[in-house]
């Protein structure tokens, strides 16, 4: 039980890194940080104008606005595949399969509907992203000996947290 467990574990610090290395190379276009840039600049300054403020509002609301919207659409994506197919799997190999099926299908309609930005590659590579680790979790708690699923998500979520702030301080002091 523990060892498959551990399986798991080392699958999301692979998804951890990976995950980190796609962020930091799409975000080498200055234009994903513009929003970013925004609040940076302006919480910097000690008088702000009427147009700064009115960026800033702007700023902060889409990013609260993609955080939620991704939320969002990740709990839909797990209420469909719970009530529609999980129920119906018969083993994990096929389990795996419709589960990079469905991701890609959920990802599609997520970047192309639901994000009303000009970065639909970034967006479609994320939600298929979470998407996948999410619907490969339910398939692995179905068909693997784990520990209860509590402590499996809890223990990937600090996984997850300390692999960004590892690979972040290392990213920062090699200067990338």
Known sequence: MWIESIYWWIGTIIFS??????????????????????????????????????????AKNNLGRDFITIVFSIMVFYLIFIF????HLPSMVIGVLVVILF????????????????????????????????????????FGNA?????????????MIGINYLLGSWYARKGM
């Open 17 to 58: 890194a990976i995950s980190f290395f796609k962020q930091k190379q799409f975000l080498k276009n200055k234009s994903f940080l513009k929003d970013t840039q925004v609040l940076v600049k302006t919480k910097q300054k000690y008088v702000k104008t009427i147009n700064e403020q009115k960026n800033y509002l702007r």
């Open 84 to 87: 529609l197919i999980y129920p």
């Open 103 to 142: 991701s890609i299908i959920f990802a599609f309609i997520y970047a192309k509907f639901m994000v009303t930005d000009k970065h639909i590659r970034y967006n479609m590579i994320n939600a298929f992203s979470n998407y996948l680790y999410t619907g490969l979790f339910l398939v692995y708690i179905k």
């Open 147 to 159: 520990v209860h699923p509590l402590i499996l998500i809890i223990v990937s979520i600090a996984l």
